[in-house]
């Protein structure tokens, strides 16, 4: 099993492009995660995907959306990247069967808007 | 809401000599929380977890926490430190109907030889 994979690995983007992260998991998770990571300031969610077919906001999710595309992919679009977006990103997904189940996180994109 | 508090940013260590992160949560029921850790420009990768088990959980690479109610802590601990250990760790619970990570902001364990 791969686990959680990112693409890209790095990004450099100008004010005012758009792009697209991908996600993919094939541990058949249910549940899929974006965040994104600043120095000091641990790991915030942007939005996350509880089941196949529903998506809800979390706590950063201004200036980005998401796509679930299916059970295994979850992608993460910024429409007008802006240099505040400078950051890591990283996927995580997590299976239902217990509540203490832990989120798998994939390696992370850089992404640095100029 | 949850919170988590990493009381240190940054800690280090000799080589061979006990580690002690701290964390503190908040939550108004006994939560799940786990040790993350994350070497330089990777991912994260769990250490452990408390699932309400056992008070003292043991995790990978020799590191165990003790889950202690009373003082709402989650301390990471290991006897003894290697070289190998040096990275940032995170404390986390989750909360919500699809379990949201709260992070707290890290911190950074130097291990000096």
């Known amino acids: 099993n791969a686990g959680v994979t990112q693409t890209p690995k790095f990004q450099v983007l100008k004010t005012g492009q758009s792009m697209t992260l991908q996600c993919a998991q094939d541990m058949n998770h249910n549940s899929m995660y974006w965040y994104r990571q600043d120095p000091g300031m641990g790991l915030r969610l942007i939005y996350y995907s509880a089941s196949e077919g529903t998506t809800d906001k979390g706590e950063v999710p201004n200036g980005y959306n998401v796509s679930r595309l299916n059970k295994r992919e979850f992608s993460l679009r910024l429409e007008s990247a802006a240099p505040s977006q400078t950051s890591v990103y990283f996927c995580?997904?997590?299976?239902?069967?217990?509540?203490?189940?832990?989120?798998?996180f994939g390696p992370g994109t850089r992404l640095t808007v100029l | 809401a949850q919170s988590v508090t990493q009381l240190d940013s940054h800690v280090s260590v000799s080589e061979g000599t006990p580690v002690l992160l701290r964390c503190n949560y908040s939550?108004?029921?006994?939560?799940?929380l786990f040790w993350y850790v994350q070497h330089p420009n990777k991912g994260l990768q769990l250490l452990l977890k408390y699932t309400s088990a056992a008070t003292l959980v043991k995790g990978i690479n020799g590191f165990e926490a003790e889950f202690k109610k009373s003082e709402t802590s989650f301390h990471l601990t290991k006897p003894s430190a290697h070289m190998s250990d040096a990275a940032e760790y995170f404390c986390v619970s989750h909360s919500g109907s699809a379990r949201q990570l709260t992070f707290g902001s890290g911190t950074q364990l130097t291990v000096l030889p």
């Open positions: 939550s108004s029921y006994s939560p799940s």
């Open positions: 995580a997904s997590r299976a239902w069967d217990t509540d203490h189940n832990e989120q798998f």
